[in-house]
């Protein structure tokens, strides 16, 4: 099956520095990709969205001189965290929409998330 | 606007009874309903989906779920609880074919031998 491989799985970082976290899709195009983080025991939230070589968009509240994500290209959508803080210590997590697959059955592929520490 | 609710955060089972984890959405047009297991630190792993037709769904290990329109609900179930079906689960919604997920609070289920 479709696979999102998302790196690194664990990081730790001090204050004030930047966080790059990338996600791929081994198989196949991914025309769009959601970036959630969760905080512990709390639900996903979705960040923003992203559609390849096209400007994020960002839900209400995020700051998005703070995340930064880019999507060159079809298989490949990074996340970086920049001047990161304790607070922003989290889990990441990506999900990937597969190109070329219409309508309902239109599936979404998850990464297996990123845990960031920022000490 | 779409939303979810997991009724209970947290649901205790003894090994061998019944789960029951409640969801209920809204939603101005039809949905698509998604049940996702997650294990700790890791991502969400797809236990079943409804989008249109039979509104019994069946997912992987041992897992259903009904879309019930009149009460908005997609309860998930299965009927003999193992050890290993604990985790956190989480109902999710979502509208458009291009759209996100809009995620549920999530439930913890624990199972006791």
């Known amino acids: 099956g479709a696979v999102v491989s998302q790196h690194p799985s664990r990081v730790i970082c001090k204050s004030g520095t930047s966080v790059k976290i990338e996600c791929r899709s081994l198989?196949?195009?991914?025309?769009?990709m959601f970036w959630y983080r969760q905080f512990p025991k709390q639900s996903l939230m979705l960040m923003a969205t992203?559609?390849?070589?096209?400007?994020?968009?960002?839900e209400q509240g995020v700051e998005k001189d703070k995340f930064l994500i880019n999507h060159a290209s079809l298989t490949l959508s990074t996340l970086t965290v920049t001047s990161a803080h304790p607070e922003d210590s989290s889990f990441y997590i990506c999900?990937?929409?597969?190109?070329?697959?219409?309508?309902?059955?239109?599936?979404?592929?998850f990464g297996n998330g990123t845990r960031l520490t920022v000490t | 606007a779409q939303s979810v609710t997991q009724l209970g955060s947290h649901v205790s089972v003894s090994e061998g009874a019944l789960v029951l984890l409640r969801c209920n959405y809204s939603?101005?047009?039809?949905?698509?309903l998604f049940w996702y297991v997650q294990y700790p630190n890791q991502g969400l792993q797809l236990l079943l989906k409804?989008?249109?037709?039979?509104?019994l769904v069946k997912g992987i290990n041992g897992f259903e779920a009904e879309f019930k329109k009149s009460e908005t609900s997609f309860h998930l179930t299965k009927p003999s609880a193992h050890m290993s079906d604990a985790a956190e689960y989480f109902c999710?919604?979502?509208?458009?074919?291009?759209?996100?997920?809009?995620f549920g609070k999530g439930t913890t289920l624990s199972v006791s031998s």
């Open positions: 409804y989008t249109t037709g039979a509104t």
């Open positions: 198989d196949f195009q991914a025309t769009t």
């Open positions: 999900s990937a929409r597969e190109k070329g697959i219409q309508g309902s059955n239109s599936p979404l592929h």
């Open positions: 939603s101005s047009v039809p949905p698509y």
């Open positions: 992203s559609n390849e070589g096209s400007k994020a968009t960002y």
């Open positions: 999710a919604v979502r509208v458009w074919v291009g759209t996100a997920l809009i």
